[in-house]
């Protein structure tokens, strides 16, 4: 059989590719985001410190960067966010009815945060579990595109962007997680996780990811 990739390393073809950013919504990311909202000051500034600091001065940042790099190429940009279908949640995973998240249909909470909020014809997909690949069309909705090619950024680390990273592979897609555009709870924890699935996916910063998108005219 030929006609295949031989490794994961290989650059972005930019009409095959796609930008995908997940979970960066206002319940995950804000201090009165319904997954902080009962938690206290003293845990925000010391459990929760080191997540909420990596947000505010790296990931995301560079999340702004990368969607205004991938917009000026013409590259699709698409959202997951945690959100069911329903007011009262009865459709999520057994998962996220066990763990208590709960983001109602429609709610702020479910909402892209204003710093990359989605442009009007850029797509966001609702997911009522970890994986946008099992509880979003988005699989269809890749292939729709002609994506083939498909770069992950958002949080947290070593869940639910580890959890898509994991499944497009599995699925035929070549997968590019942008490490410094992701965060989760610990730097062990994202450590962690990056060696996990270094396997899956190549590894890419924001830096070196818009030279190669842009031929290096946005870096300066």
């Known amino acids: 059989m030929t006609g295949f990739p031989t490794t ?8 095959e590719s796609a930008l995908l950013f997940i979970d960066v919504q206002n319940f995950s990311v ?56 329903t007011l009262d949640g009865r459709d999520r995973s057994l998962d996220y009815k066990i763990t208590g998240f709960h983001v109602p249909k429609g709610s702020w909470d ?11 014809d850029e797509i966001v997909l609702p997911k009522s579990s970890s994986s946008v690949f099992v509880s979003t069309h988005i699989d269809y909705l890749l292939r729709n595109l002609g994506v083939r090619q498909l770069v992950l950024a958002g949080l947290v680390t070593d869940q639910c962007v580890e959890s898509a990273v994991r499944d497009a592979c599995d699925l035929g897609y070549l997968v590019t997680l942008v490490p ?26 924001t830096a070196a990811l818009i030279d190669e998108v842009t031929g290096g005219h946005l870096n300066k």
């Open 180 to 205: 410094d555009a992701c965060a989760t709870y610990s730097q062990e924890r994202h450590d962690n996780s990056l060696r996990t699935i270094r396997g899956y996916c190549r590894q890419v910063d």
């Open 8 to 15: 994961r390393e290989v650059p972005l073809n930019l009409k």
């Open 30 to 85: 804000l201090r009165d985001g319904g997954e902080f909202k009962e938690v206290s000051d003293a845990d925000i500034a010391g459990k929760y410190g080191y997540y909420f600091e990596r947000l505010r001065s790296l990931a995301i940042p560079n999340m702004k960067r990368l969607q205004a790099a991938f917009r000026h190429a013409g590259i699709e940009v698409l959202y997951t966010t945690i959100e069911s279908l």
């Open 110 to 120: 479910g909402k892209v945060i204003d710093e990359i909020a989605p442009g009007e």
